[in-house]
């Protein structure tokens, strides 16, 4: 892929970097903050973050993985959470080429009706087997989800930007 002009060389990621962002997300989304229908799942935006970078390190096996835990720790439908999480790493793997060529407000703009498309496939498994439907202010959380992707994708990039020896030689 040839680089885009003015975007500086990044250093390899860290599996256990991948590995911590995910685990704080998960860990973040188990808090037991009650059953607000409007908060964001913090636990997809690093997912979706790097299932468009890493692609063959994040992918839809793990989304599944990470969407069984959380059907457990919700007591919710077993698949809900695990669909919309392998949902949301295809996508976001697949259209990777794509949306990395745009600045991240760009991309949230990109992502926000995937967050929404996975946001409703959880609230439609959530009423085909007999739940209330929440409401339309479940709308909330993709927006306040897109709002946040510019932040976590400035945050998620931060230890790929150091330069590894740097000095007046060698300025990449």
């Excluded at 636990?43 to 096996?61: D, E, K, N």
């Excluded at 919700?74 to 959470?81: I, K, N, T």
């Excluded at 392998?86 to 976001?92: E, G, H, I, Q, S």
């Excluded at 202010?137 to 020896?165: K, T």
């Amino acid at each position: 892929m040839i680089m885009p002009r003015g975007k500086p060389l990044l250093l390899p990621v860290n599996p256990l970097f991948i590995a911590a962002t995910l685990l704080i997300g998960l860990v973040i989304h188990m808090l037991p903050l009650g059953r607000i229908v409007w908060l964001p799942d913090l636990l997809m935006l690093p997912l979706a973050y790097w299932a468009m970078h890493q692609p063959q390190r994040v992918g839809m096996g793990l989304g599944f993985l990470l969407g069984l835990l959380m059907d457990v720790d919700r007591s919710s439908l077993l698949g809900q959470h695990a669909l919309a999480y392998t949902l949301l790493t295809f996508v976001a793997g697949a259209a990777s080429r794509r949306l990395l060529w745009f600045s991240s407000p760009v991309q949230a703009l990109h992502m926000l009706p995937l967050f929404v498309a996975v946001h409703g496939v959880q609230v439609l498994l959530r009423v085909a087997v007999g739940g209330e439907f929440p409401g339309w202010i479940f709308l909330v959380a993709p927006v306040v989800e897109a709002l946040l992707w510019p932040l976590v994708s400035y945050l998620l990039l931060v230890p790929q930007r150091r330069a590894p020896d740097s000095d007046e030689n060698r300025p990449l």
